[in-house]
């Protein structure tokens, strides 16, 4: 693979509670997954990330979750299709005019959390995710987890897809992310971080928790902003891959 995206959520801050640093996140990474109020995020730390992402040519995208904000919107809600719905189109909404009123464009749908985790394999959610977008701008691409039925799903649907790899995350050998409440679900070691997405853009496998190879094929890479050292694993990350020759760029660009 000669290039690859490079994502991380973005946005994530409320009022003077600090989330990640969204502006060294901005000089490394070339999409940025922004928090649209429902688990994390207020209108003007939005804005201003938004703004921060457009001045250095990063690619927007609208981070969508359940509304949990005391759990940071990773509790998993058995939400009605219908509330999902309309949930999802209010955030991407939200999205789409800071954006505008910030000189750039929304290119992208990125679930957040235990969303993201139930319509990898839920389809009933997963459609009203799917419906969603359509409703509001059919040309918006879903970034949803490599290997994951919603993928499929989406493109039966009409919708242009990209499938992403977690950078700071353990699989399991079925492909599947090993649970955040399992021990060595979150990795830390950025050196060891880098070569396995240097493998992952090469081959298009990884090493699962159990050692085992799995196929992953996909075409983003994230590392989540809010864990310890996230900067210093998305410098590593790109420093690597740009001295073997494998460029980072935004897959939604011209989306």
């Known amino acids: ?10 946005g994530e801050g409320y009022g003077a509670w600090r989330m990640g640093q969204d502006e060294a996140m901005l000089a490394i990474v070339s ?3 922004i928090a649209c109020g429902f688990h994390a995020g207020d209108p003007a730390g939005i804005y201003n990330t938004v703004k921060a992402a457009a001045a250095k040519g990063v690619a927007v995208g609208a981070h969508v979750s359940y509304p949990d904000r ?10 009605a299709p219908e509330q999902l719905f309309t949930d999802t189109i209010y955030q991407i909404g939200a999205l789409k005019g800071i954006a505008a009123a910030a000189g750039t464009k929304v290119t992208y749908v990125k679930p957040h ?9 839920d389809a ?3 459609q009203a995710v799917i419906d969603a ?3 509001i701008d059919p040309k918006l691409v879903l970034m949803g987890l490599a290997n994951a039925p919603i993928l499929d799903l989406a493109r039966k649907a009409g919708l242009k897809v990209v499938a992403e790899a977690f950078a700071d995350r353990a699989y399991t050998p079925k492909g599947e992310l090993v ?10 070691d950025k050196n060891e971080i880098a070569d396995r997405m240097l493998r992952l853009a090469r081959t298009g496998t990884l090493a699962a928790i159990d050692g085992s190879a799995i196929e992953i094929s996909a075409q983003s890479i994230c590392v989540h902003g809010d864990s310890p050292g996230a900067v210093e694993i998305a410098q590593t990350i790109r420093l690597r891959f ?3 020759g494998v460029a980072i760029t935004p897959f939604a660009a011209g989306a």
């Open 31 to 33: 999409s940025a997954n």
């Open 133 to 135: 977008i359509l409703a």
């Open 70 to 79: 005391v759990g940071f919107g990773r509790r998993d809600m058995d939400v």
């Open 1 to 10: 693979m000669a290039a690859i995206d490079l994502n991380s959520d973005l």
């Open 179 to 188: 649970s955040r409440r399992e021990p060595g679900s979150v990795l830390h």
């Open 124 to 126: 009933k959610q997963g």
């Open 242 to 244: 740009e001295a073997e």
């Open 113 to 121: 959390g235990a969303l993201y985790n139930r319509i990898a394999w």
